[in-house]
Structures are given as structure tokens and as C-alpha cells.
């Protein structure tokens, strides 16, 4: 394209350094809100005002701050979950499927210890909470492995498998906790019974542990790729499944371990949310909520390149505005879904600000051609 | 009508030239200076190594790059091109050696799709008669109704040949005109191209090797090295020693001292071994033979008859249905590849892109493909990407890898360059055996010198080479026995140095010559 004496035109690149990758993504930020200030505009609200509204609420507030740090713990794991599949070049979209059989099995255990009958009973929570972690990993893994398997010794695309598998959880969890279901609550009202009390998880400075949990878990699987023989296997994988082969990397393991380790994160995802987050310590009626939420764990995973650090202000940043745009609803009493609505448009654009992260624009200027030069057109 | 600008060429009139073409990349001078002159009715080929400039040079002609300085005339007119269309409506074609075609259309589809005058209602009917008049002319025999898909590299070629040829090309660009093809299609290519010349076409192939084709084809030759011209001469007065001398920048030694080793200890047995191909037919049928130590075996033969597939059996890639492989007496038939690699078989695949590299990973992690499992390179599940980093940077030393470094991406390296890093580092494994597929198809005439002389080292060194190339001259020179195969069987084993090259070249197109006793 060409402007007067300049020259504009879209070049590859060859590398993309991670401040460079940062810089596009808070332009994308930017850029987003500044398109979805239309919205308030069209509903006579100030932009400003609501922005004003939804960060201070989510990020300075200290009921909101805890929400939404819990809020991004959720989608951070969610995130792993998409990532590590993702390093093998293999797409999870099946987080939510993962997450809802994490809840169950926390749920199962909780039923089998007799805590629906005898919610004050004590329990030894240091044995038990671990062991309701483990069950949680343990049936998300299963769940997805199923996918990882198919893929490996059938060559089934994961990403029908893991997201028709979504369904059958989602009525899974319907059946469990309405109507006579078997981790039906005592009000009846279609969500699951109360945890114990003795066995809500441990606060550290007012939200759960999971959320350092998960935070350290950023530098581990950081360390697993970036170091250890099985995070090489899983790249190479990732980057050319002839060429692992060729090195002997088995092409029936690595798609099974990968989705073992994520669906084990995403159970975690369903452990964190729905019994360690205050307030919610149950399956609740909005369950599905938290199963759409688990999605924007792609979205997490792609703009952060497939990295698990920056990960974290990704994740935390989207479960903030969720938190802070359903406040900001209520209070400039708005008539539509503004959290998702916001969420939507910041993943829209953040993917569309992608395209930036392979091209560049580079400006040249023109030199005047000699007059005896035949240009054309 | 859409010759317009360039008909009314005289034999021998000057229709192209360039002045003084330099293109500089940062921190590579790619073109310095070069003049080029090519005239109506004459092959040109230019002749260069990896690196030397072709690529460039060829894309500044086309309109794809615009040169930092010099000046391209067009029939004595200085011309500009700021994009290949330029180029195109000036009469200019270029054949890709990556075929831009589209698999699931037909060879009239293709040859019409995105021509100006196409316009929004296709008339086949009369593109078709058009299209088959250009075969007719220049002796193209390719079924226009067929599928790109079914068509073989020979055939896509010819098709990209008539994709430009329709688009009014007078000058001609090919790339690497008959790397891919095999003996009979380049025959036939290269007689297309001849009469090509003789309707006042210039033709100009950009070639790496296979001197012998520019020798028996071309009028003139222009020698590439760094970026200049270091020959133009009149092809009449070249041989293979002049050009390989001028490409290279030294004496290049073509016949290779056999060196003789003592045959050892039997290494790879195979007994019976049958295979099947992608599509599930036979492809490799009831084949024996065993390599010993200081010994290349040497298997000859056209692409397609079972070669590659046996080579993946070997290797573990490629499941064998009958018969059995021994390595140093065990029997490995149905072993992973990562119990070969272990056990001391090392394997030099002939897809350097798809499977021996990864592109996207840096040359250290390219290294660690052959040796994040070796406890010498990782304990306790974490891989020592320090030692990783030494192996690679010794390797780059040793084979004289051109690289910035060891962190450069794969991708980014010359096919030559590439193939050393795959070798260096296979090699440094000490194996017992070697399968090297097709191990110098595609590279230079010095890193093809190089690989050779390496597989030698490694054969004195007292490994079992078993060598499979489609280059007849390549297994007579460097085998001690050879096996040609045609159709997934033996035709017989020759011992090397004896080898008749006419014996062998029947062999592999399926006849036993009646004066050869086996």
C-alpha cells in the first residue's frame, strides 16, 4: 500500500521477543475497551464511568479483589489444562466436561464419608481435603484421557471427543444434584449439598490455597518444558509427530499423557471452584456458568502463546472483568450480559492483535523513479 | 494478443538483461553486482550452491524482491517490477520447484485458474483446445481432465510449465528443473525444454547440481558463488571440472577412493523381510541380504520400488509382515525405534524437512532428537541441554555447519547445512549400523562430497553403512556390494567395484541383461 512518498507493507516475522508479545497484547486491551465503550455509549452510560465501576470493583474492592483472584485461579487452571495438550499440538476443549467430573468425585468421596447425612461431623481435613484433591485430578484425568487415547491408537480428533464429552458431563452433573439425584442439596432446589464446614479448604490471606497451588504450578510445568526429557518429548510431538517418531517418541503415549495432565487440571479447576472458593463450597443451580467460563481457558492459552507464566495476568485479568462487569451490571443497571458481553469482545480482539504477533508493518519510503523508467500500472 | 510485448524476438537478440544487481540482507550480501544477459532461443543456465544467490537472483527477476541496485532491461527498455505481475505481463514465467498447484482440481483447472483473461465465466472448451495446441508444439504429454493428485512430480512440473506458457511467458524461470523427477521424466522435460529454445523462447533453469544435465542441455552457463558471478562461458567450452571447480571454489575430487576395509563381523541380517506401502499393497517382497562391518551396502534403484519402505521397516517406522531384522544377532524385528537407537542403529531419513528435523526447534534441541533418552545426556528425567549445547557446537565445528549458531532454528539452514547437523549428530552416536536414505539428494555438489566422505569415515571407522540412493553414479562409487531393486525385490547382488554402470542401470528398470552372470 502506498501513502504519498511512503511505503506500507506487511512483513513476517522472523522472531517475536516476549516484551514485544506483552506490548501487542495491552494494545489489544486497550483497543477493546475502547470498542466496547460503543456498547455503553448506545446505553447512555459513560464509558468511563463503567470502567471506573468495573476495575475498581474487581482489582481495589476487598469483596471483589478475593472474587475475582478466585475467579482467575479457575481460569488459570482451566488454562493448564488447554495448554499442556496444546504444547503436544493437540486441542482441549474439553476443560468443562474435566471439571464438572473433578466436582463430581469431590462430591462422591464427600457422600461416601457420610457428609451429606452429617454435615457437622468433624473430619481430619489435613487427610482428607488432599484425598478430595486427588479424587478431583484423578476423574478429570480419566475423563479427558479417554479423548488422548482414541487419539493415539485411532487417530479420533480430540477436539469432537473432548467436546462432545462436555454434554454428557454437563447432564451428568444435572442428574447428580436435581430431582432426587444423588448429591442432591437439602433445599431441593436443584444444586448439590453443602460441604462440611470442617472440610472447606484453608484460607491464606483471604482466598484459598489452591490459588498459590496454582501459581507455583506455573514454574513447574514451565520447568517440565523447558527442561525434563518428557517435556522435550512432548514439544517435539507438538512441533512434528513424523519427526518425534523418528526419535523414538511413542505416538500412543504422548496424546495420552497430555491429556492426563490436563484433564487432571481442569478436576483440580473443579475442586478450586466448588469446594474451596468461599461462599460456594457446593455444586450450585448456576453450575453451567463455570462451564463457560472454563472455555475463555482456550483463549488464555492461545494469547499466552502456550506459555504457563504468562498465563497468570491473562487468566487473572479475564476472571477479574467477569467479576467486575457483572457488578457493574447490577449497579448502572444495564439490561444485558455485560460480563460475558466484555469478554467476548477483549477475545475477539486479542485474537484478531494475534495477527501481529506473525506480521509486522514496516514503512519504507519511496525513492523517486529516474525518468527514463518504464513503471507499471 | 498476449505476446504482445515480447513477440518479434530474433534468435540471439538480447531479451533480457541485468546490470549491476546487488541485494543486500542485513548481514548478507545475497546478489553483488551481477550481470546477466539472456537471449531469445537459448537455455541459460545458471549453475550455484546453496547460498550462492540463486534464490534471490531468481526472485528479483520475477518481481518478488526489488533490488537495492542495478537496473533490468526488457528488449533494451529499463523496466521496474514491483510484484510478479509486472513480471508476468512482461513475459515472464517462473516454475516453482514448491508446486503452487491444486491437488483436487483437474490439469486444466489449474492451468486456467487465475489467468487475466479468464474473466468470471470460464470457457474450458476453448481453454482446453488452446492448452492441448502448447503440448502439441512443445511434445508436453499430460492428461488434461486428470487430477493434480493422481499426476507424478514429472507431470506437475509439466503442468506449471503450461500454467506459465498459457500466461504468455517468452522467458521462462525453472527452478531446479528435474530435482524431483525421475530418469525417464527428466529425459522427456529436458527434450521440452529444447523445443521450447527453438521457438525463440528463452529458457533459464536455475540448477544446484547435476552438472551433467547442464552440460548436455544448456547454450550458456552463468557460475554463482557468494552472491558473484565467478563464470559465464559458452557451454561448448565447460566440462564437469570447470563448473564444479567455479560452483565450489575448488578442486572437487569426483571419483571417490574405494577405500578397502577389512569385511568384518556381520552387523544387520535381514532374512525374508516383506513390507506394505501407504496405500496397503506389497511394496517390499521377501528381501535378504546382511551388512558387515566395514562394508557399504549400496541399494540402487528409480523411486517407488520399495526402497523407502524398507528403510522405515529397518528403522521401526514401518511394520514388517513378513520375515525378520537382526542387529549384532538379536532379533529386532519388532522393536521400537528407540530400542534401534539404543541397540546402536543409527538413521539418516531421506525427508531431512518432515523427519529428520524439526524446524521450529532450535539446532541444540534438533541434536537432543537422537540423545534426550541417552542417560550420558539425561538423569533423572531432566535433559543436560549444557552438554546438548557442547555436542552441537562440536558438531557444527567439526562438520563445518554455516550457522549463526547453535540457538538458530532449523528451519532457518540451508538443506545442506541441515543434512550435515542430521549426519554430525547420528554419527557421533558411534553406530553399529547406518541406514542413510537418499542421504545427498537435493544438496550442492560440496555438501553431497562431504556426506559421501563421511559415510566412508564411518565405514573405516568399522560401521555397517547400508547406503540407498537413487543416484546410480553415487551407490556405484561408494559401494562394496549392490543391490539394485525393482519392485520391492533384489534384481541380484553385485559385488561394487566390478559393477557394470549399463548392468545396474537395467537392473533397475526391471531387465536382466543377458551377458551378466550373477
Redesign the interface.
Known amino acids: 500500500m502506498r501513502l504519498g512518498a511512503l511505503e506500507v507493507k506487511l512483513q513476517p516475522r522472523a522472531s517475536l521477543p516476549g516484551w514485544k508479545a506483552a506490548l501487542i497484547s495491552v494494545l489489544a486491551i486497550v483497543v477493546a475497551l475502547l470498542l466496547f465503550s460503543v456498547l455503553f455509549v448506545l446505553a447512555r452510560v459513560s464509558p468511563l464511568e463503567a470502567y471506573r465501576e468495573i476495575i475498581s470493583y474487581a482489582f481495589f474492592n476487598r469483596f471483589g479483589l478475593p472474587l475475582s483472584i478466585s475467579r482467575g485461579i479457575f481460569l488459570l487452571l482451566c488454562t493448564y489444562a488447554f495448554i499442556v495438550p496444546y504444547q503436544a499440538g493437540l486441542w482441549n476443549i474439553g476443560m468443562t466436561g474435566q471439571l464438572y467430573l473433578g466436582s463430581l468425585a469431590v462430591y462422591a468421596v464427600v457422600l461416601a464419608l457420610g457428609g451429606k447425612a452429617n454435615p457437622s461431623a468433624a473430619y481430619p481435613a489435613g487427610l482428607i481435603i488432599p484425598l478430595l484433591m486427588l479424587a478431583a485430578m484423578a476423574a478429570g484425568a480419566a475423563y479427558a484421557g479417554v479423548a488422548g487415547f482414541l487419539k493415539g491408537k485411532f487417530n479420533v480428533n480430540e477436539i469432537v471427543v473432548t467436546m462432545l464429552m462436555n454434554f454428557i458431563a454437563f447432564w451428568l452433573v444435572s442428574y447428580t444434584i436435581k430431582e432426587g439425584g444423588p448429591f442432591m442439596g437439602g433445599s431441593g432446589e436443584g444444586e448439590g449439598f453443602k460441604l462440611p464446614a470442617a472440610l472447606n479448604a484453608p484460607l491464606v490471606a483471604g482466598v484459598p490455597f489452591t490459588a498459590f497451588l496454582a501459581l507455583a504450578l506455573a514454574v513447574l510445568l514451565t520447568f517440565m518444558f523447558a527442561?525434563?526429557?518428557?517435556g522435550?518429548?512432548i514439544?517435539?510431538y507438538g512441533?512434528?509427530p513424523?519427526?518425534a517418531?523418528?526419535?523414538?517418541?511413542?505416538g500412543l503415549r504422548i496424546p495420552v499423557l497430555v491429556f492426563l495432565i490436563g484433564g487432571a487440571l481442569a478436576g483440580l479447576a473443579g475442586y478450586h471452584y466448588f469446594a474451596a472458593v468461599p461462599g460456594v463450597y457446593k455444586i450450585p443451580t448456576n453450575y453451567g456458568y463455570f462451564g463457560d467460563l472454563a472455555f475463555y481457558g482456550i483463549i488464555c492459552g492461545l494469547i499466552a502463546l502456550g506459555h504457563p507464566l504468562p498465563a497468570i495476568p491473562v487468566a487473572l485479568l479475564f476472571g477479574g472483568l467477569s467479576v467486575g462487569g457483572r457488578f457493574a451490571q447490577g449497579k448502572l443497571h444495564m439490561n444485558f450480559g455485560l460480563d460475558y458481553a466484555l469478554l467476548g469482545v477483549l477475545m475477539i480482539t486479542l485474537v484478531a492483535f494475534q495477527f501481529f504477533y506473525r506480521y509486522q508493518i514496516v514503512v519504507t519510503r519511496l525513492e523517486r523513479?529516474p525518468a527514463?523508467?518504464?513503471?507499471?500500472? | 494478443m498476449q505476446h504482445e510485448t515480447i513477440n518479434g524476438f530474433q534468435r540471439g537478440a538480447p531479451v533480457l538483461e541485468l546490470r549491476g544487481i546487488t541485494k543486500r540482507f542485513p548481514g548478507v550480501l545475497a546478489n553483488d553486482r551481477i550481470d546477466l544477459e539472456m537471449r531469445a532461443g537459448e537455455i541459460h543456465a545458471i549453475l550455484g550452491e546453496n547460498g550462492a544467490g540463486k534464490t534471490t537472483l531468481m526472485k528479483i527477476l520475477y518481481g518478488m524482491l526489488q533490488p537495492d541496485e542495478g537496473e533490468i532491461y526488457i528488449r533494451g527498455q529499463r523496466v521496474k517490477f514491483h510484484s510478479p505481475q509486472d513480471a508476468i505481463a512482461l513475459g515472464i514465467g517462473m516454475v516453482h520447484q514448491n508446486r503452487t498447484l491444486v491437488a483436487a482440481h483437474t490439469v486444466l483447472e489449474n492451468i486456467v485458474l487465475g489467468h487475466p483473461r479468464a474473466g468470471r465465466v470460464l470457457n474450458l472448451k476453448r481453454a482446453g483446445e488452446e492448452v492441448a495446441a502448447l503440448c502439441e508444439r512443445y511434445g508436453f504429454k499430460v492428461d488434461l481432465k486428470a487430477s493434480v493428485w493422481q499426476l507424478s512430480e514429472g507431470e506437475k512440473q509439466v503442468v506449471e510449465i503450461l500454467k506459465a506458457l498459457y500466461r504468455g511467458a517468452r522467458i521462462l524461470i525453472l527452478d531446479e528443473p528435474t530435482s524431483a523427477l525421475a530418469p525417464s521424466e527428466t529425459e522427456k522435460l529436458l527434450a521440452s525444454i529444447q523445443a521450447m529454445a527453438n521457438d525463440e523462447l528463452a529458457i533459464v533453469p536455475f540448477i544446484t547440481h547435476k552438472l551433467p544435465i547442464v552440460l548436455a542441455t544448456s547454450h550458456r552457463v552463468t557460475v554463482l558463488r557468494g552472491g558473484r558471478v565467478t563464470a559465464r562461458l559458452d557451454t561448448a567450452n565447460a566440462n564437469e571440472r570447470i563448473l564444479a571447480r567455479e560452483m565450489v571454489g575448488r578442486e572437487v575430487i569426483f571419483r571417490l577412493e574405494r577405500a578397502t576395509v577389512e569385511r568384518g563381523a556381520p552387523v544387520l541380517q535381514v532374512e525374508g523381510l516383506s513390507a506394505l506401502s501407504n496405500r496397503g499393497y506389497l511394496a517390499l517382497r521377501n528381501v535378504s541380504f546382511t551388512v558387515h562391518e566395514g562394508e557399504i551396502f549400496g541399494i540402487a534403484g528409480v523411486s517407488g520400488n520399495g526402497q523407502h519402505e524398507l528403510a522405515e521397516v529397518l528403522a521401526g517406522l514401518r511394520p514388517a509382515v513378513g520375515g525378520r531384522v537382526l542387529l549384532d544377532g538379536k532379533d529386532i524385528t519388532n522393536a521400537s525405534t528407540l530400542e534401534r537407537w539404543r541397540l546402536g542403529m543409527g538413521y539418516i531419513p531421506a525427508e531431512r524437512n518432515e523427519v529428520g528435523s524439526i524446524g521450529d526447534f532450535s539446532l541444540v534441541e534438533n541434536t537432543a532428537m537422537n540423545y534426550y533418552f541417552d542417560p550420558q545426556y539425561a538423569r533423572r528425567g531432566i535433559v543436560d541441554y549444557k552438554a546438548m549445547r557442547r555436542l552441537t557446537e562440536e558438531i557444527i565445528a567439526h562438520y563445518k555447519v554455516v550457522t549463526p549458531g547453535p540457538d538458530v532454528r532449523a528451519r532457518n539452514l540451508s538443506g545442506g547445512n541441515l543434512q550435515k547437523v542430521i549426519l554430525g549428530r547420528v554419527l557421533a552416536r558411534r553406530p553399529r549400523v547406518i541406514i542413510a536414505n537418499l542421504p545427498t539428494q537435493g544438496l550442492d555438489v560440496g555438501a553431497t562430497e562431504f556426506v559421501q566422505n563421511q559415510l566412508i569415515e564411518a565405514k573405516k571407522a568399522g560401521a555397517a553403512v547400508l547406503l540407498i540412493s537413487e543416484d546410480l553414479d553415487e551407490v556405484l562409487a561408494l559401494s562394496d556390494r549392490i543391490a539394485p531393486i525393482y519392485e520391492g525385490a533384489f534384481m541380484g547382488i553385485l559385488p561394487g567395484g566390478e559393477a557394470e554402470r549399463e548392468h545396474v542401470g537395467a537392473m533397475i528398470a526391471g531387465t536382466l541383461p543377458k551377458d551378466l552372470v550373477v
Open positions: 527442561k525434563t526429557k518428557v522435550y518429548e514439544r517435539a512441533k512434528s513424523a519427526a517418531r523418528y526419535a523414538g517418541i511413542s523513479e527514463d523508467v518504464r513503471v507499471l500500472r
